[in-house]
Every structure is written in structure tokens, then in C-alpha cells.
């Protein structure tokens, strides 16, 4: 199992610190929006950055890999179709990152939505999926369609239950509300909100995830079950009738949610 550190960044990011399974003294980063803190981790951990990993060209995910690419000269991975703040190894679907010396290798997978170019890692069990998938929520579509964010959600789906999901946000308890809103009789959302509220009332970390546990409480995981296409139909106040139209009301829905 990959050892993998949260590194907090401005009011709800995670920056993902992975520690070398090579060589525990020299890490990797993904999406660092602040160089700031993951100097602090790296100096507390006694770590050399070798590596940095990016998921999409949002600022909060892309502000400090300049400055630490070139403070450390840590090799840039980031998605082929989106601009890169500094010069980077383009990778996209299918492709892989050359990090086997240090114990390390990713799939790329391409899964836009969030944005068109929009890329998650997966290996060793998990998945580093940026702003696509929440722990009981995704990403809103800013550049994509709902069709786009729907198949990439299914793409994620594929992979086994136990696949930990570490995604960009501390959104968990604000999801889970809008999952007990669309779902309020499923006793895996009512069980998670309780849990998480109590983790969250001692600031604790809410990631990662399983995707076996999402695929229990995440509305956008199942918005092919009766429960939600119901609820979703009630919400719009008329029939859906294909999945995508499904996928989108609830983003829809959730949108405005508060």
C-alpha cells in the first residue's frame, strides 16, 4: 500500500504527498496550488521532491508547481490537453509516468468533465482523481458536459471496490447533506453523515475514500438507481428519460443545494 500524507492548501484543498516505496526519503506531490506547505512537509518529513503529478489546470491545483519544479528540479506529469504553468511530461490516456525507479508507476486515464482535459493517476490500489470525484460528490462541469462527467464517473466505476479514492477537496460533509437530500432513507448516506460530522468537528481528514463505500452514498454513482432517477425526476418536476438526462439534474440539483 502506497503511504500517502494530505498537505493541506488554502480552506478545503489536499495536496497528496507519496512517499517513495524505493526509497521513503524522496517523495512525489500531486496538484500542489501552493508550494508554501508542501515546502513545510517536505522540511518536517526530512524529503526530497523527485516528482509532481497534475490532475487538471485549475489554479488551486497548479500554483506552486512551477516554483517547486524548479526549486527541486521534480519532474512534471500533467495532462497532454490542457496549458501547464511551466513545461511538464504531457501524458493522457492510456499513457503511464516514468517513475519506476522509485517504486512507483501510474495509469493515466482520462476523464473529463471538470475540465476537457481533465486526467487522474491510478496504481497501487488507488486512484488520485483530482476534481472529477468527491468523496459523495464530482466536480462541476466548468468545461465539460454532463454526458463527459457521466462516462468519466463510469470509467472510475470500473475499477475494484477497494481502490482508495484521494481527490482534491475536503467536500465530504457538504456532499453527504446533499446525498441524505436525494437519498434519505439509504442508511449508508445517514451512517456516513454521522461519521463524518463527528470527524469534522475534530478536523480531521475525511480521505480517502473507497470506491466500494462511494458506490454506496455518492448520488453520482448511482444515479442510475431507482432512488435517484425518482428523486431527481421529483426534483425537476418531469420525466428523464435517458441517464445522462439523470446525471444532469442532480448536478443540477446540486448546484444550487445549500
Not at 21 to 30: K, L, N, Y
Not at 33 to 49: I, S
Not at 192 to 201: N, Q
Not at 219 to 234: D, I, K, N, Q, Y
Request: hydrophobic residues 40%.
Amino acid at each position: 500500500m502506497l503511504l500517502v500524507s494530505p498537505v493541506r492548501a488554502f480552506s478545503d484543498n489536499y495536496i497528496w504527498l507519496i512517499q517513495a516505496p524505493a526509497d521513503r526519503g524522496v517523495a512525489v506531490v500531486v496538484d500542489p496550488g501552493d508550494d508554501r506547505p508542501v515546502e513545510q512537509a517536505l522540511q518536517q518529513g526530512g524529503l526530497k521532491l523527485r516528482a509532481i503529478l497534475v490532475t487538471h489546470h485549475h489554479a488551486d491545483h497548479v500554483g506552486g508547481v512551477a516554483a517547486l519544479a524548479a526549486r527541486h528540479g521534480a519532474a512534471v506529469f500533467g495532462p497532454a490537453r490542457e496549458t501547464m504553468p511551466c513545461a511538464v511530461q504531457a501524458v493522457d490516456d492510456g499513457g503511464t509516468t516514468d517513475l519506476g525507479h522509485l517504486g512507483l508507476e501510474f495509469s493515466v486515464m482520462a476523464i473529463p468533465g471538470h475540465t476537457l482535459g481533465h486526467i487522474a493517476y491510478v496504481g497501487h490500489g488507488a486512484i488520485f482523481c483530482g476534481d472529477t470525484l468527491f468523496s459523495a460528490g464530482c466536480g462541476r462541469l466548468f468545461e465539460g458536459t454532463a454526458a463527459q462527467m457521466l462516462d468519466s464517473l463510469d470509467r472510475i466505476a470500473d475499477l475494484p471496490d477497494a481502490t482508495r479514492v484521494y481527490c482534491g477537496h475536503e467536500y465530504t460533509l457538504s456532499n453527504l447533506r446533499f446525498a441524505s437530500a436525494v437519498e434519505p432513507d439509504n442508511p449508508d448516506v445517514r451512517e456516513a453523515l454521522a461519521d463524518t460530522g463527528r470527524k469534522r468537528e475534530r478536523d480531521e481528514v475525511t480521505l480517502p475514500s473507497t470506491l466500494g463505500r462511494e458506490r454506496r452514498i455518492n448520488p453520482f454513482l448511482r444515479s442510475r438507481t431507482s432512488a435517484v432517477r425518482s428523486a431527481a425526476e421529483r426534483h425537476a418536476g418531469r420525466r428523464l428519460s435517458t441517464d445522462t438526462e439523470v446525471f444532469a439534474a442532480v448536478r443540477s440539483w446540486k448546484d444550487g443545494f445549500r
